[in-house]
């Protein structure tokens, strides 16, 4: 028992030996790099991550005043570094020597940020001894400009981050030497122009987006040599129109989104054969020539929402044959004549929601559109039979918004009765609004003009008893005022030949 008991004791003597060991060392070496922590207490580094069961490190840094300080933070095992992230810091210039060999061991990163750092200025040389960036993050800074030559030994970047920042103008060959970029972002800028050819130098460019700048116009060549694009994005900016021929170069162009300009017509045809889908929402737009998209016949969503459009002409969509998506909602339309639509095959989803549309037959719905599965009608003029026949002809009604009135699915509506008082009672006094006459007046005649479709589709006969009726009271009128002009006639003419007498 005792000789149990002292091997017990040894075990546990020997166990927590090793213990105050282990603790020693880790107390030992913090006391070792507490002196740098402190000094250097503005500098976050990362933790340890995995990648594709890889190990790699994470580097980051903050409130540093010159890319040259990293020299006295980096690990001095750097072979598994491939991301450095600065960011928070007040650097207004990057030399050439600021991530030089001698500053910056490592030439290995993969994916480097320098972002919200106040970067007015990179000057050439900067990477020369990064070549294997893949991805470069220089978003939210302050760069005006892209000097020549500050790019051209990144061979192996793929994705460039240049948005929110302040740039004006790009240097033809300012992106010269990326041959494998694939997206480029410069969102966020003051571009107003995007002159010929300064994207040609980036062949396999497949993503370049342009949002949120002031481009007022683009060039004829300023896409050019860029074959492999597959999606663009040039919403919110300020184009008026599109010119002809802007976008015919881009042989393998996907996606075009205009949306968010100031385009007030579209009298140009697209020269897109490959677009898929096309977004000019939230524009200006009044008017459709019949031509407008006659070369997109591989089009599968067309998003005209959010415009001024009051008719769509006979044509328009003669090559749509692949649209199964069109999205015509927030407009002025009247009234919409399902021969324009005609030769939508394909289309399966119709959104004209927010209109000003007072008829619409689901069994035309039907023979018109064969594969339409549903219908946007929330925020019109419409009769409660109109939504009724459209779900007899087995096409749904996305709901509506209108729950707390006479509805079907939520989308409001008025049957006959309610249509008649509704007439009655309307006037001028029920609008507060800024343009409440305008208002009125649209209101008033959505209702006359959805009462006059009723009457037209359901009281045919009636209808025409009327216009009967109406024909011999007129013949009837003519002949008495015809009997009474001759009358007089004859009375004057008796009483001259009394006068004669």
Known sequence: MNTFSVLISETILLFLNQQLKWLVVKFLKMWLILPSLLVLSHIKYGQTAYCHQKKTYRFECSNLQSLSEIIHFVPGDT????????????????NASDLSAEVLSINQIHELTLSRLHI??????????QCELRTLNLEDNNMTEILNGVFNVLHNLKTLDLSNNKINRIEKYSLKGMDKLGSLNLAGNNLSVLEEGIFETLPNLKVL????????????????????LNILYLGKNKLSRIEDGRFET?????????????????????????????????NN?????????????????????????????FGVFDSLKKLTVLNLSN????????????????????????????????????????????IYLDHNFLNCSNLVNILKNKISLAEGTS???????????????????????????????KNSDEEFHNELFGYL?????????????????????????????????????????????????????
């Open 79 to 94: 072979a598994a570094m491939t991301y450095l992230t600065i960011t928070n810091s007040n650097i207004s210039t990057i």
């Open 120 to 129: 007015k200025k990179i000057l050439p040389g900067v990477f020369l001894y």
């Open 331 to 374: 407009n002025q339309l009247l009234y919409l004549d399902l021969e324009v639509l005609i030769s939508l095959l394909n289309l399966e989803e119709l959104n004209l929601d927010n209109n000003k549309l007072s008829y619409m037959n689901g069994y035309e719905l039907r023979q018109h559109l064969m594969n339409l599965q549903t």
């Open 449 to 501: 003009n959805q009462y006059k479709v009723e009457i037209m589709n359901n009281n045919k006969t009636t209808l025409i008893l009327i216009v009967v009726i109406l024909i011999i009271i007129s013949i009837l009128l003519i002949c008495i005022v015809y009997l009474f002009f001759s009358s007089l006639k004859h009375k004057r003419r008796h009483r001259s030949i009394e006068l004669l007498s």
């Open 285 to 313: 737009i009044t008017n459709v020539y019949p031509h407008a998209f006659q070369n997109l016949k591989e089009l599968q969503t067309l998003d005209l929402s959010q415009n001024r459009i009051k008719k769509l002409p």
């Open 403 to 433: 729950h707390d009135v006479e509805n079907v699915h939520g989308i409001a509506c008025v049957n006959n009765a309610s249509l008649i008082n509704k007439i009655k009672t309307l006037n001028s006094s029920q609008f507060t609004a």
């Open 209 to 228: 987006n342009l949002e949120r700048n002031a481009i007022t116009k683009i060039e004829k060549n300023s896409f050019k040599k860029i074959d492999n």
């Open 250 to 282: 881009l042989l393998s162009l996907d996606e075009l989104y205009l949306n968010n300009n100031q385009i007030l017509i579209i009298d140009k045809p697209f020269f897109c054969n490959t677009l898929r889908v096309l977004d000019l929402s939230h």
